[in-house]
């Protein structure tokens, strides 16, 4: 008998663990795979912020990230050097390994190899029916948090509506000599290489580098590895030489997601949705994801109040945060999407100026990546150009021209 038990044991359902069990209740975690943190899919590229939100130590840190550039098949480019430490580069699998293990200190049980077949609702809460290596198990809690990823199935059982918008990622670890220009991240845009989302190289070291792609729209006949190839051979001279070592992939969900808890239940991180929607990042949004569903939950449990009333608190907390972000993030993709190959090399050639990538630097910020709309689109009348003429592509679905015109008539 638990207080609660929490499916899945990434990052964002650990760390919820972690907070429950520090204020004295009982928590388990239930995580499929036999270790924790593997099979790794992700990039793992987080913020300063996200590391000391977790409070793991400084050693998975890879790479240290100042900047990126932004390239166009069309060869224009968009180059940011900042001179600061935006991103990190981390050992994904030993982020969540330590994230875990502070868990356990402060007093949750992890069970590894434990797959969560099935729950079943009662007076009490939730009885949790688990595969393990040997046997099948059944435990109780007072209340089940379903932090089980993109495709949580805690969701579906609860009823709840979990078919939204996502991207699909396919990535690999390389081994790739770049012996300059290591702390820079390379982002691939373009309409046939990554249909409605981006591709990535992220620098390790001198000889390795996280390559990956995604797409929200499948085309029939092209599978995730065509995309991945796609953007191998539109930029041979980045990725000269390449071998691939490991590949991975995954989904990312987007958006707002209606409902984040039932009655005794609550959703965590990709099972909820938190992630932003320009990037596919969720690991700091499931971890502020996990301080709200915690602070809810401990209030809950110490009342012994679990209805769907009392919960319905987490959601408020998480819109009250993150709502403006997701959406002004889904519009900005929206505008995005609309935007032809030649549109978005336009406008990297036209925001590759001293006076676009000072105001970049300045307010980029990978957790919040609306911060560096406001002064963006205020600076001045080209890039009022360019958002009414997104906003006239995101009605009527024709291309920039509009927008480009005025930009280059200024
Ligand atoms: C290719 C790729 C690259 C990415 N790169 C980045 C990045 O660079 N930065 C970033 O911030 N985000 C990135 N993301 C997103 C990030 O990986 C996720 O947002 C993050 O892992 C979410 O954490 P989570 O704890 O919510 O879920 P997960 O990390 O998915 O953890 C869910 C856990 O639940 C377990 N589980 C599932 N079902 C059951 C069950 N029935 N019983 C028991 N256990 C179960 C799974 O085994 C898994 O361990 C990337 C995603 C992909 C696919």
Same mark, same amino acid.
């Given at each position: 008998m638990y207080d609660v038990i929490v499916v899945g044991g990434g990052p964002s359902g650990v760390f919820t663990a972690q907070m429950l069990a520090n204020q004295g209740f009982h928590a388990l975690v239930l995580e499929e795979h036999k270790e924790i943190g593997e099979p790794v899919q992700c990039a793992g590229l987080i913020s300063p912020r996200t590391l000391n939100l977790a409070g793991v130590s400084e050693n998975i840190i890879i790479n240290q990230l100042t900047g990126a550039r932004v390239l166009s098949p069309l060869g224009g480019m968009l180059d940011i050097r900042t001179g600061q430490v935006h991103a990190l580069a981390v050992d994904r699998a030993a982020f969540d390994r330590q994230l875990a293990i502070q868990a356990q200190n402060a007093g949750a049980d992890v069970l590894t190899g434990a797959?969560?077949?099935?729950?079943?609702?009662?007076?009490? %809460?939730?009885? @949790?029916?688990?595969?393990?290596?040997? #046997?099948?198990?059944?435990?109780? !809690?007072? =209340?089940?948090?379903? $932090?089980?990823?993109?495709?949580?199935?805690?969701?579906?059982?609860?009823?709840?509506?979990?078919?939204?918008?996502?991207?699909i990622m396919y990535a690999a670890d390389v081994e790739l000599s770049r012996p300059e220009e290591n702390d820079?991240?390379?982002?691939?845009?373009?309409?046939?290489?990554?249909?409605?989302?981006?591709g990535w190289l992220i620098p390790l070291n001198k000889n390795m580098c996280r390559v990956g792609t995604g797409f929200a729209f499948s085309r029939p006949g092209h599978s995730p590895r065509y995309f991945f190839?796609?953007?191998?051979?539109?930029?041979?001279?980045?990725?000269?030489?390449?071998?691939?070592?490991?590949?991975? %992939?995954?989904? @990312?969900?987007?958006g707002l997601m209606p #409902?984040?808890?039932?009655?005794? !239940?609550? =959703?965590?991180?990709? $099972?909820?949705?938190?992630?932003?929607?320009?990037?596919?990042?969720?690991?700091?949004?499931?971890?502020?994801?996990?301080?709200?569903?915690?602070?809810?939950?401990?209030?809950?449990?110490?009342?012994?109040?679990?209805?769907?009333?009392?919960?319905?608190?987490?959601?408020?907390?998480?819109?009250?945060?993150?709502?403006?972000?997701?959406?002004?993030?889904?519009?900005?993709?929206?505008?995005?999407?609309?935007?032809?190959?030649?549109?978005?090399?336009?406008?990297?050639?036209?925001?590759?100026?001293?006076?676009?990538?000072?105001?970049i630097s300045k307010y980029g910020?990978?957790?919040?990546?609306?911060?560096?709309?406001?002064?963006?689109?205020?600076?001045?009348?080209?890039?009022?150009?360019?958002?009414? !003429?997104?906003?006239y592509v995101a009605e009527h679905g024709s291309a920039l021209k509009k927008g480009i015109k005025s930009v280059f008539s200024w």
């Open positions: 797959k969560v077949k099935g729950l079943k609702k009662n007076a009490g %809460g939730f009885q @949790v029916f688990v595969q393990t290596d040997s #046997k099948e198990i059944s435990c109780q !809690a007072r =209340l089940i948090i379903g $932090a089980d990823g993109a495709n949580s199935r805690v969701a579906k059982w609860l009823g709840l509506n979990c078919t939204g918008p996502r991207a820079l991240v390379d982002i691939f845009v373009g309409r046939n290489m990554a249909p409605g989302w981006f190839q796609h953007i191998i051979e539109s930029f041979p001279e980045y990725f000269k030489g390449f071998k691939i070592l490991k590949y991975t %992939g995954g989904t @990312v969900p987007m #409902k984040i808890y039932a009655p005794n !239940a609550m =959703l965590v991180g990709d $099972a909820a949705w938190q992630t932003k929607p320009v990037s596919g990042g969720g690991i700091y949004p499931g971890m502020r994801g996990a301080q709200l569903c915690a602070q809810v939950a401990a209030q809950a449990l110490k009342e012994d109040n679990l209805s769907e009333k009392t919960l319905s608190r987490y959601q408020l907390l998480w819109n009250e945060e993150f709502s403006q972000e997701i959406r002004c993030g889904l519009s900005h993709r929206e505008s995005y999407l609309n935007f032809s190959d030649r549109d978005i090399d336009l406008l990297l050639r036209f925001l590759n100026k001293p006076y676009w990538q000072n105001i910020d990978i957790d919040y990546p609306s911060i560096l709309a406001r002064p963006l689109f205020n600076a001045g009348p080209w890039t009022r150009g360019f958002v009414k !003429a997104a906003v």
